[in-house]
């Protein structure tokens, strides 16, 4: 989990600033997801999921499949 949203981040050309701005919180404290040394909590995924348009499967490594599943209605 922890290298795909380093991937994501990098393929999107992104810091570590710029995603921790999106989140609300500090770069130090999005480091620390990155790397693993903090669990990233759920709303996080949901957060990350919906800024990189995938799924919060594909953030865990459930699934290879990056597009986001359609909504159910």
Not at 12 to 29: F, H, P, R, Y
Request: charged share 30%; no cysteine.
């Amino acid at each position: 989990m922890y290298r795909r949203i380093r991937d994501l981040r990098e393929d999107s050309d992104l810091n570590q600033t710029e995603v921790a701005k999106v989140l609300g919180m500090s770069q130090t404290g999005y480091s620390k997801y990155e790397t693993g040394e903090n669990d990233i909590p759920t709303i996080v995924l949901i957060k990350l999921a919906n800024f990189y348009n995938t799924s919060v499967d594909y953030l865990l490594g459930e699934t290879d499949y990056k597009e986001r599943y359609p909504k159910s209605k």
